[in-house]
Nanobody, 120 residues
Framework: QVQLVESGGGLVQAGGSLRLSCAAS????????MGWYRQAPGKQRELVAD???????NYADSVKGRFTISRDNAKNTVYLQMNSLKPEDTAVYYC??????????????WGQGTQVTVSS
């Protein structure tokens, strides 16, 4: 089992920056990909960015050039550096980890979420 704890959310003005962190604990040896999702009121949860164990990254088109995802495998931690924030970035941000076990069974784990609010 994997537990995920996010930190770094808060209130920031448009154009500002924020860094989110997510620390994994438990059976961290099983983790492959990690990522960040977000959900705004009345909208679907969407992928923001993810990163493989080898460092390959993917970004939503809406955040390309502004957000950077990174991870420290030794610390089992993933980060999301958010620059040039816009009001439309306002959402609850969730950390995600995908674990694979010996029988190739995969599980998704989720953090509790952290609120990011960008004021205009």
């Amino acid at each position: 089992q994997v537990q995920l704890v996010e930190s770094g959310g808060g209130l920031v003005q448009a154009g500002g920056s924020l860094r989110l962190s997510c620390a994994a604990s438990g059976s961290t040896f099983s983790i492959n990909a990690m990522g960040w999702y977000r959900q705004a009121p009345g909208k679907q949860r969407e992928l923001v960015a993810d990163i493989s164990s080898g460092g390959s990254t993917n970004y939503a088109d809406s955040v390309k050039g502004r957000f950077t995802i990174s991870r420290d495998n030794a610390k089992n931690t993933v980060y999301l550096q958010m620059n040039s924030l816009k009001p439309e970035d306002t959402a609850v941000y969730y950390c995600n980890a995908v674990s694979e076990y010996s029988d190739h069974t995969r599980y998704n784990y989720w953090g509790q979420g952290t609120q990011v609010t960008v004021s205009s």
